[in-house]
């Protein structure tokens, strides 16, 4: 659990230790490794992928959404609530984590979503390393996450529809994908038989 009163830079250090992460995160690597279940699959580090996760890593700390695959998909759902503005790559990936958590945890996803409805988050704003000095309390504040967390709020029709449109657009784009990654094996299947 993460220290309220650390500042954020203390508390994405050890985020980055709990996960096994590289002291930088990560974001000087080539490529990055995506482990689903036993398959392993390494994706490009791009410049766009870095600056988005850098937002990324410190959303997940002020949020305490966890890296396995359900936390993934709440973070995702949180992030898409609460807007990516002109992040492509933490669109992308968004959408394809939240397809992924609605399959293994939809609760839990619609929560964050609800979450990230009523929240804000760090996209709409330059980088400022200035934030790591901040104390996760102060930032949590900030962002509307240290009163969002509720059970007890209603959810409201609005939330409801926004969550089901996004829902289908995050399953829509994640089976158009795999599609278009997987047409080339299937049309050399198909020539090769």
């Known amino acids: 659990m993460i220290d309220d009163d650390a500042t954020l830079g203390e508390a994405r250090t050890r985020y980055f230790a709990d996960n096994g992460f590289a002291a930088d995160g990560g974001y000087s690597e080539e490529w990055v490794r995506l482990q689903m279940g036993p398959i392993a699959l390494r994706i490009p580090n791009t410049p766009s992928r870095v600056r988005s996760v850098r937002y990324h890593d410190v959303h997940h700390v002020v949020t305490g959404y966890g890296t396995h695959w359900t936390g993934e998909g709440e973070i995702a759902a949180w992030e898409i609530a609460s807007g990516c503005a002109d992040h492509q790559a933490a669109w992308i990936l968004d959408l394809w984590a939240m397809?992924?958590?609605?399959?293994?945890?939809?609760?839990?996803v619609a929560r964050a979503f609800v979450r990230g409805r009523r929240t804000?988050?760090?996209?709409?704003?330059?980088?400022?390393d200035a934030w790591l000095e901040t104390r996760v309390v102060d930032l949590r504040s900030r962002l509307g996450l240290a009163f969002s967390a509720g059970p007890d709020r209603?959810?409201?029709?609005?939330?409801?529809?926004?969550?089901?449109?996004?829902?289908?657009?995050?399953?829509?784009f994640s089976l158009t994908t795999l599609a278009i990654l997987l047409l080339p094996f299937l049309l050399a299947a198909t020539m090769l038989s």
Do not use: F, M
């Open 120 to 128: 804000s988050n760090l996209y709409r704003e330059p980088w400022d």
């Open 99 to 108: 397809a992924i958590g609605l399959c293994i945890a939809p609760k839990a």
């Open 154 to 172: 209603q959810v409201r029709i609005v939330e409801r529809a926004t969550l089901a449109a996004w829902s289908a657009a995050a399953i829509g």
